[in-house]
């Protein structure tokens, strides 16, 4: 399929996952955690039940929070090595909307779904995410495929899949959005978000899980940031 930016490159989207580098390769990582995304929102929007669309709402608050928080950390310094040429620009871009995706997702992680302006913020929010996701398939991985070996791929994948999971699980606006500062500051946010998930859910069969992942967050989110830095020295 052509790809509808017209840069003679060919979308992830419309790859096989062979032809992205497998199961592991970032590109097919990033592709899976999109459509899971894009089937979440559409889940809110076909929802009728205003607390069904809250927890609905939660749940992909914090998987696009996670997927960003890996982009920013592994991804993106990643792409600005390969691309020095290309990296700054889009990279910057892409940081941007999502510091205006964590200042949506603040807004809403309080908010009732039946006031007046639920609609319009969960609107916005949805529309940077979409956008996100096309910029990312159509070019920024593209040309990443492009430069780097699958080996390279594959090596960036199981690092940001490190990192996504254990990232912060909620919006930190006021963090910065790229290393050394936002994977240094990972560590205390990623306990203490899980504190406080836990703490929302005793009542829930999930509750014990969430507690009891807070101390292997800190673990993996240690060997995360070496991870990282390690891709930057590549």
């Known amino acids: 399929m052509t790809n509808p930016r017209g840069n003679g490159l060919r979308s992830v989207a419309d790859q096989s996952e062979e032809e992205r580098g497998g199961p592991g390769s970032i590109l097919s990582r990033q592709s899976r955690d999109h459509a899971d995304l894009d089937a979440l929102m559409r889940a809110h929007d076909a929802e009728t039940d205003p607390d069904a669309r809250g927890r609905v709402l939660a749940e992909l608050a914090e998987r696009a929070l996670r997927h960003a928080f890996a982009e920013e950390t592994v991804l993106f310094p990643a792409y600005r ?45 949805f529309e940077v995410i979409r956008h996100d996701a096309h910029d990312e398939e159509d070019d920024l991985l593209p040309r990443l495929q492009r430069v780097a070996s699958v080996e390279e791929l594959r090596a960036i994948g199981a690092a940001w899949e490190v990192q996504r999971r254990v990232a912060p699980t909620r919006p930190h606006p006021r963090v910065p959005r790229r290393p050394p500062g936002n994977a240094l500051a990972a560590v205390p946010l990623s306990v203490t978000d899980r504190v406080k998930d836990a703490a929302e859910h005793l009542a829930g069969a999930g509750a014990a899980r969430r507690a009891g992942t807070a101390v292997a967050a800190v673990l993996l989110a240690l060997t995360a940031v070496a991870a990282a830095r390690a891709l930057r020295r590549r």
Do not use: K
């Open 81 to 125: 090595t390969h691309l020095p040429e290309h990296g700054e620009e889009l990279t910057r871009h892409i940081e941007g909307d999502h510091q205006q995706v964590n200042e949506l997702l603040e807004q809403l992680q309080d908010a009732d779904p039946r006031s007046a302006g639920y609609d319009e913020l969960v609107h916005r929010a």
